[in-house]
């Protein structure tokens, strides 16, 4: 396994993320519990939470690192993964707006009832698949060619760039205050076993 500080970011950062969209989709196929004291405002709250993770994290600070560094180094020394990171790079620039319809959706449900739910449902598991299996080319595809063909320095600008990097839900990584007040309102609003909220 690689040692590089830039990849080791990245691959905890995906996998913090992927267990929100594994949680979020769980989340979704429950729906609220009707029955629970405030059961419907906790589950809609929840999902917002989530959402706004997605958006003010991965979308904002994630993504932009890799298109921005990580990439343009890889194309120049391997323009063989050029159509993996042109793919990667048409799904950076779509994915912002597809949170944001997707939050779109979830208010639907939430303020104008349960005919919008299935709409929501429907695209928040397409959302979720769609980003877990583009972690997943990221992985596969550019880590491997990126281990072999990058410099020293190449890996030394990397690193000090990605070492900034403060997602609050990995492991081990600094924690940006900002985002405790996001990471409690989900952990505590997300019900048990996802979360520690009232199952």
């Known amino acids: 396994m690689t040692t590089h500080l830039t990849l080791r970011v990245i691959r905890d950062e995906h996998a913090s993320l992927s267990a929100m969209l594994r949680s979020f989709v769980q989340m979704v196929r429950l729906g609220p519990d009707m029955n ?16 706004f993770y997605i958006d003010a994290f991965p979308e904002k600070q994630h993504h932009p690192k890799e298109s921005n560094l990580l990439f343009p180094r ?9 159509p993996a ?4 790079e048409r799904e950076h620039m779509t994915s912002e707006a597809r949170v944001r319809d997707l939050m779109h959706l979830l208010m639907a449900w939430e303020y104008m009832g349960d005919l919008h739910r299935a709409a929501f449902e429907n695209e928040a598991i397409r959302f979720a698949n769609f980003y877990l299996e583009h972690m997943w080319l990221e992985e596969t595809e550019l880590f491997p060619v ?3 063909a990058l410099t020293d320095d190449d890996w030394r600008t990397l690193d000090h760039a990605f070492a900034q990097n403060r997602d609050p839900l990995s492991v081990g990584m600094p924690r940006d205050p900002q985002f405790d007040r996001l990471f409690t309102r989900i952990v505590r609003r997300t019900p048990a076993p996802l979360g520690l909220g009232a199952t």
């Open 36 to 51: 629970a004291e405030n059961g419907s405002e906790r589950f809609f709250d929840a999902l917002r939470a989530m959402l």
């Open 74 to 82: 890889l194309a120049r020394v391997a323009p063989h993964v050029m």
């Open 85 to 88: 990171i042109e793919r990667l």
């Open 146 to 148: 990126a281990e072999q």
